[in-house]
Structures are given as structure tokens and as C-alpha cells.
């Protein structure tokens, strides 16, 4: 019986512990990041982009393609893919986004991308618009899209 109540014990400071030991910071428990992929329209002649030319596209620093077509942004309005992306290629949470995206359209200088609430919406207009590029979790199906691959 002391036995038991030693293990009971030492199996609840553990648990403790570990509670503890997550809330640190820097120990956050959050979601699995899901990855994110980013995919174009076919005729984007565009297979890999390297991370600088990335984020000027999405910042409307660059507004066409190679082949001179017209650059047609789409993102998510919301969610965790929208956070992973903004934050690795743009260094950039939501609220800064939207403002620099709120600074061009104010100044005349741009009109806001299109957003998607649904990952499969943004998959098919993306398939559907010549230029568009968007990106999405890496577990969407993204078919009639191409992958576009981010160099570091």
C-alpha cells in the first residue's frame, strides 16, 4: 500500500511539473503548426521563389510575373496558416498586414487582396485566375494549383 501511494505520488509531481514547465515561457502548448504551402495558378511561369521576392509580392512591391501577366494576391482572413505565413515569409503578424495593406489602399497606391475564409475557396480561385498566388495549410488538396517552392 505505501508502495502504491509513492507511485500515485511521484506520478502526480510529474504531472505537475510538466504543467508547470509548459507554461513557461517559450514552452508554450499550442496546436501542431500545420505547415504552409504556397500555390499559384498554372500559367504563373514561376516554380521557386526565393523568400525576399515572396514577401515583396505579397507587400505589392512586386506586381508582376516574368512573363509580364499581372500578379493576382489571395490570402486567408483569418487563422492559423494566415499567422504561420505572415509571421515566416513576411515577418509580419495579421494586425501589421492589414495596416500596411489599409496604408495603400488609403494612399490610392493599392487595392486589398481578396481573402478567403475557406482554404478550399482560395484553392479554386487560385486554380481559376490567371497570376493568382495564395498559399494554404500543407494538408489541403491543391489541385488544378501549382506548388510554387520558397528558397530560403
Not at 25 to 53: C, F, Y
Amino acid at each position: 500500500m505505501a508502495k502504491q501511494q509513492r507511485y500515485l505520488r511521484a506520478m502526480a509531481l510529474a504531472l505537475l511539473f510538466g504543467f508547470v514547465l509548459a507554461s513557461l515561457p517559450g514552452h508554450e502548448v499550442r496546436a501542431q503548426e500545420r505547415g504552409v504551402v504556397v500555390i499559384a495558378n498554372p500559367s504563373v511561369p514561376e516554380s521557386v521563389l526565393d523568400r525576399r521576392t515572396l514577401a515583396n509580392i505579397f507587400l505589392k512591391k512586386k506586381t508582376t510575373w516574368s512573363n509580364r501577366d499581372t500578379i493576382e494576391i489571395v490570402t486567408l482572413t483569418e487563422g492559423q496558416v494566415q499567422e504561420q505565413f505572415l509571421g515566416q515569409y513576411l515577418d509580419k503578424n495579421p494586425k501589421q498586414y492589414s495596416s500596411h495593406w489599409a496604408r495603400l489602399v488609403f494612399t490610392g497606391t493599392g487595392k486589398a487582396p481578396r481573402s478567403f475564409k475557406d482554404e478550399r475557396e482560395l484553392v479554386s480561385y487560385v486554380a481559376s485566375v490567371r497570376g493568382a498566388i495564395g498559399f494554404v495549410g500543407a494538408d489541403t488538396d491543391i489541385d488544378g494549383c501549382k506548388r510554387i517552392t520558397i528558397e530560403e
